[in-house]
């Protein structure tokens, strides 16, 4: 007690609520891959965990597109039949993508830059610079998708979102464009990902369609025969002297010293192109093509976070429409789509990327890998879940060290239960009263034995009805006689 000398009137405030546990972010993933540069002032950020909040604040710091070279393949003497892009890099169109469909805030994790290739061992030593980071709770690699070489980069993911519980992983299949191979490659892998930790992952395809803006150069255009392989040079595809005059001044002004001022020239050189000769426009057009068919997982942590920010983490991140998206590389039926969703043999699911008339490109799915586990099939339910648990570890570490006695019981189970309550108001939870919804048991007798208090344990157990989405509306009909 204090020492009162001088008389007077004292006043003392009392504490009677307990300490609140705080609503941790939710949907803040980490993108894992290449990047033009990783710097910041001098210092590498090279397999440095790094938080963005914006495509300017990547850019500053990671750079942009990478100059990528895309091969025409010719099947006439001047008709475009394939375009591939030979090295591709899709992290940074993948952010683009986040940021278009309402993510506000990620983390980029640099594994090289755009000098060598795509290598599996490059993005798991990102993948292991992740580990210790504290804000991600997603785990983006759309790189991933490009090794050819036998990995165990999604397993390894899994495992992390595991050990660290407050993560979810999204995978990418690798490119196809056909139902037929896509069946083949979604076989292929889910043998590759295995049997361990699936609640933690989700995984997605086809690949989209986008529509983002593209300042394509000239000069990244090759043209190859379909039939030989052989190489074509511009020159021999028209006999318009004017159009060759305006393709040698693009040829001579990309190889100027990289300047604003000389790409600002090349730039204007190439919409001249575009702009007033068709062949040329129709070249262009093909590349852009190639070069905005991506992965389908930037898109899809930017709905994530979009309906973590509107309608809170419990509301499966399906039945979304997604930005600056035209569609799937090729849309699968319904019935086409059932093996994806419910796998009998594997018990392994695919969340599908469908367009809908009129409502534009959806994820139609919201299935974890576990997709026949009751518990653990649903998105929402896993990261809920996992949610939770983060919240109320970091709001009950205001009680360690405290006496381990009912008093303090008292406050855990007060704070965890205004924590449900409030959720339940929002919806996350089912039951017309809390005491349907949730439940918090603590105490001598209950939880804990007097060994356990000896220990210095304090066990808390935890039980809540968690919603789950209606995957399934049937309707039944019946044809009723007018009285």
């Known amino acids: 007690m204090a020492g009162y000398k001088t008389p007077g009137v004292y006043i003392q405030e009392v504490t009677r609520l307990p300490p609140s546990i705080p609503a941790l972010d939710t949907a803040i993933p980490a993108f894992i891959g290449y990047t033009e540069k990783a710097e910041q002032q001098g210092t590498s950020l090279l397999l440095v965990a790094t938080t963005v909040t914006s495509l300017l604040a990547y850019e500053a710091l990671f750079g942009g597109a ?110 196809t464009n056909t139902p037929a191979d896509f069946a083949a490659e979604a076989s292929r892998f889910k043998q590759q990902v295995g049997d361990q930790h699936l609640k933690y992952g989700a995984a997605y395809g086809p690949w989209l369609l986008t529509n983002l803006a593209r300042n394509t150069d000239f000069n990244q255009l090759v043209f190859k025969r379909k039939s030989d392989d052989s190489v074509v040079d511009a020159a021999q595809l028209t006999q318009d002297a004017s159009m060759l005059a305006l393709i040698a001044d693009i040829r001579t002004a990309g190889l100027a010293p990289v300047t604003p001022e000389s790409q600002a020239q090349l730039q204007l050189l190439n919409q001249k192109l575009y702009q007033q000769y068709v062949l040329a426009k129709q070249w262009i ?145 089912q039951g017309s009263k809390p005491e349907h919804a949730f439940f918090v048991n603590i105490g001598l007798g209950k939880t804990m034995t007097a060994t356990d208090i000896t220990q210095g344990l304090m066990l808390i157990e935890i039980g809540m009805a968690a919603v789950r989405p209606a995957e399934f509306i049937m309707l039944k009909l019946t044809q009723q006689q007018a009285v």
């Open 66 to 175: 990478p100059a990528q070279r895309i091969t025409l393949w010719l099947a006439a003497p001047t008709q475009v039949v394939d375009a591939t892009v030979d090295q591709p890099f899709y992290l940074y169109d993948s952010v683009r993508l986040f940021f278009a469909n309402g993510g506000s805030q990620c983390v980029i994790v640099s594994a090289g830059d755009y000098s060598g290739e795509v290598v599996a061992t490059q993005l798991a030593a990102g993948l292991n610079a992740l580990e210790t980071a504290p804000l991600p709770t997603l785990i983006v690699m759309p790189e991933a998708s490009c090794c050819e070489e036998a990995h165990t980069l999604e397993a390894v993911a899994l495992a992390q979102c595991a050990r660290q519980q407050n993560r979810f992983a999204l995978f990418d299949l690798r490119f």
């Open 285 to 429: 057009d093909a590349a852009n093509i190639a070069l905005n068919t991506l992965p389908t997982t930037g898109a899809v942590a930017g709905a994530y976070a979009a309906i973590d920010q509107s309608r809170g983490v419990w509301k499966a991140p399906a039945n979304v429409s997604l930005n600056q998206v035209v569609g799937p590389v090729f849309n699968l039926t319904q019935a086409q789509q059932q093996t994806y969703n419910v796998d009998a043999d594997t018990g392994k699911s695919i969340n599908i990327m469908r367009k809908f008339s009129g409502k534009g490109t959806l994820i139609w799915g919201a299935r974890t890998l576990a997709g026949n586990d009751n518990e653990w099939r649903y998105v929402n339910v896993r990261r809920l879940l996992s949610w939770v648990e983060a919240s109320i570890s970091h709001g009950l570490q205001a009680l360690v060290f405290e006496p381990n006695d009912a008093n303090t019981w008292l406050r855990a189970q007060a704070m965890i239960e205004n924590f449900l309550t409030l959720l339940w108001r929002q919806g996350a939870l």
